[in-house]
């Protein structure tokens, strides 16, 4: 496991204005262990790492975004979902959150700003 560096910018920049986490379709202990397994990602998000696997289904199911937005305390008008994958936008977007799948940190930042979330 490796982080993309240039996606944790991104993420580290962003975390000044709103809240940032990780949810993943790998098992518990990835999540539990993610520290070890990966300590920039573990450094960014902290306790904000999840694996599905803690909401009894995994991506693309509402009711994961649902139980994941529901421990952030945040509404899925609130929350932008982004995943290389685009089935897991799509179950994103069908739970009402905003959706934008991953090509390259480029195509991303300029979605973030799209959002307000990074100023460039």
């Known amino acids: 496991m490796s982080a993309n ?4 910018a991104l993420a580290a920049e962003i975390s000044a204005r709103c809240r940032i986490a990780v949810l993943t379709n790998n098992p518990q202990l990835v999540s539990t262990h993610i ?3 990966c300590p920039e990602i573990a450094e960014l998000f902290g306790a904000n790492v999840f694996a599905s ?5 995994a991506k693309p199911s509402v009711h994961v975004f649902h139980g994941c937005l529901e421990v952030l ?10 995943d290389d994958l685009a089935v897991n936008v799509t179950g994103a977007r069908r739970a009402g959150l905003y ?12 979605e973030l700003c799209g959002y307000s979330l990074l100023d460039r």
């Open 53 to 57: 696997a803690s909401f009894r289904a």
């Open 99 to 110: 959706g934008h799948t991953f090509t390259c940190a480029q195509t991303l930042a300029d």
């Open 73 to 82: 305390g945040v509404t899925p008008a609130e929350a932008l979902f982004i």
């Open 5 to 8: 560096l240039s996606v944790l």
């Open 35 to 37: 520290s070890f397994l």
